[in-house]
């Protein structure tokens, strides 16, 4: 069946250090990818999309890249703080009904 | 603040009970989404509601029952529901016209059922 795997259900890293998330699907390939932050007890909050034709997108300390023929994305935090701890949630349209699946998260812990 | 509103945040009930989650969001969006939330599984997509019409329904039980009666709010009813049903459940909004645009979440209501 049609899946979204995050690889790390945790990550710990040292603060300063960049934090690299990882998002495997094995469906089509999506025409867009989405990243969200949720804290605990909230909701998901939008950070980033990225489109099939872009390889590439930034935002302040954030990036991520997009891999169609790996199937893959990639979700990095520049200059980690531990403000950045939180869960990180990719997202995509597994049935080209433009409805978002996610993934399981990876709750990341930037240690001061 | 997100511009969706969620109430109750909390909201404990019995397994006869009848309960109803409501949201609300004030951001212009066409489209609004329910989903579930369990410990260590992914977000589950319950039901899509565009320009008030359900176009989505994820073979949901039907002990849940949504209603849209505009494009700002969005009810979802609980009635018989099973201790597994305990989890938080998230509304969402987008603008709903492009297909590629970002969701705006509310805080949940972390439903317990005893």
């Known amino acids: 069946s049609q899946k979204i795997e995050q690889n790390s259900e945790a990550l710990n890293i040292q603060e300063g250090k960049t934090a690299t998330l990882t998002c495997n699907y094995t469906?089509?390939?999506?025409?867009?990818l989405q990243w969200y932050r949720q804290d605990p007890g909230r909701g998901p909050v939008f950070l980033l999309l990225?489109?099939?034709?872009?390889k590439e997108k930034r935002k302040e300390r954030l990036k991520v890249t997009f891999d169609t023929t790996l199937k893959q994305s990639l979700f990095h935090i520049t200059a980690s703080q531990p403000a950045d701890s939180a869960t990180y949630l990719c997202?995509?349209?597994?049935?080209?009904?433009?409805?978002?699946?996610f993934g399981t998260g990876t709750r990341l812990t930037v240690i001061p | 603040e997100t511009g969706v509103t969620q109430t109750p945040r909390h909201l404990v009930m019995g397994m006869t009970n009848k309960k109803s989650l409501k949201c609300e969001q004030h951001?212009?969006?066409?489209?609004m989404y329910w989903y579930k939330q369990s410990a260590k599984k992914p977000l589950e997509l319950m039901f899509v509601?565009?320009?008030?019409?359900?176009?989505e329904n994820n073979s949901v039980p039907s002990r849940f029952s949504p209603e849209c009666p505009n494009s700002s709010h969005l009810f979802l009813h609980l009635h018989t529901l099973q201790p597994e049903d305990s989890a938080l459940y998230l509304c969402?909004?987008?603008?709903?016209?492009?297909?590629?645009?970002?969701?705006?979440f509310g805080s949940g209501t972390q439903l317990s059922v005893l």
């Open positions: 969402a909004s987008s603008r709903g016209d492009s297909g590629d645009e970002k969701l705006f």
């Open positions: 469906s089509y390939s999506p025409a867009y």
């Open positions: 990225i489109r099939e034709n872009e």
């Open positions: 997202a995509l349209d597994l049935t080209g009904a433009n409805n978002l699946f």
């Open positions: 951001l212009g969006h066409n489209a």
């Open positions: 509601y565009s320009l008030e019409e359900r176009v």
